[in-house]
């Protein structure tokens, strides 16, 4: 079974800059499409991003385009979320997901506007 281990959520301003990474043990990631979900405080978990095994198509939530972006190392089995200009509305917690599915707890993003 697959392990993510999520890393690099924490406080920040708003329009500063964090990088989320998300290492994979148990599996290679290198076929699998990841991507990142996020869910706030008494909402619903939602899409963020997601790119495909070759890192040659991504896809974003409306709300993070331009902001936010995905990438992976596969010969290091890891994933990252590069997210800048960041918004109160972005605190959540972060999960890494292999097709679309977490398999981590997550990391805390915490955004002071």
């Known amino acids: 079974q697959v392990q993510l281990v999520e890393s690099g959520g924490g406080l920040v301003q708003a329009g500063g800059s964090l990088r989320l990474s998300c290492a994979a043990f148990g599996r290679t990631i290198s076929i699998y499409t990841m991507g990142w979900f996020r869910q706030a405080p008494g909402k619903e978990r939602e899409f963020v991003a997601d790119i495909n095994w070759s890192g040659s198509r991504t896809s974003y939530a409306d709300s993070v385009k331009g902001r936010f972006t995905i990438s992976r190392d596969n010969a290091k089995n890891t994933a990252y979320l590069q997210m800048n200009s960041l918004e109160a509305e972005d605190t959540a917690v972060y999960c890494c997901?292999?097709?679309?599915?977490?398999w981590g707890q997550g990391t805390q993003v915490a955004v002071s506007s």
């Open positions: 997901a292999l097709e679309r599915v977490c």
